[in-house]
Nanobody, 122 residues
Framework: QVQLVESGGGLVQAGGSLRLSCAHS????????MGWFRQAPGKEREFVAA????????YYADSVKGRFTISRDNALSTMFLQMNSLTAEDTAVYYC???????????????WGQGTQVTVSL
């Protein structure tokens, strides 16, 4: 099993920044490939970014490329999402996930955190 706990969400003005964290624990994976997803009201959950087990490879949705940075600190068993230049369209519940990476494709496994709300005000 893998346990995932997100933190760092909140309310921020447009143009501002937030940093999300996801702490992972459990015996199934030591350092899993991990990703961030988000779900806005009335919309399906969508991929945001992913990072491989050692942080050497990262992947981003086009909508966040150049604004968001995913990283990890395996010594802390924690993944991060630095979000800059936030807009109202980034308002959503953000979830972290453990998954697999094949080529350039990240596929989520059924390991999800509880989610953290990010609200960007105009």
């Amino acid at each position: 099993q893998v346990q995932l706990v997100e933190s760092g969400g909140g309310l921020v003005q447009a143009g501002g920044s937030l940093r999300l964290s996801c702490a992972h624990s459990g015996s199934t994976f030591i350092n899993p490939n991990m990703g961030w997803f988000r779900q806005a009201p009335g919309k399906e959950r969508e991929f945001v970014a992913a990072i491989n087990y050692n942080g050497a490879r990262t992947y981003y949705a086009d909508s966040v490329k150049g604004r968001f940075t995913i990283s990890r600190d395996n010594a802390l068993s924690t993944m991060f999402l630095q979000m800059n230049s936030l807009t109202a369209e980034d308002t959503a519940v953000y979830y972290c996930n453990a998954g697999t990476i094949t080529g350039d494709l990240y596929s989520p496994l059924d390991y999800w955190g509880q989610g953290t709300q990010v609200t960007v005000s105009l």
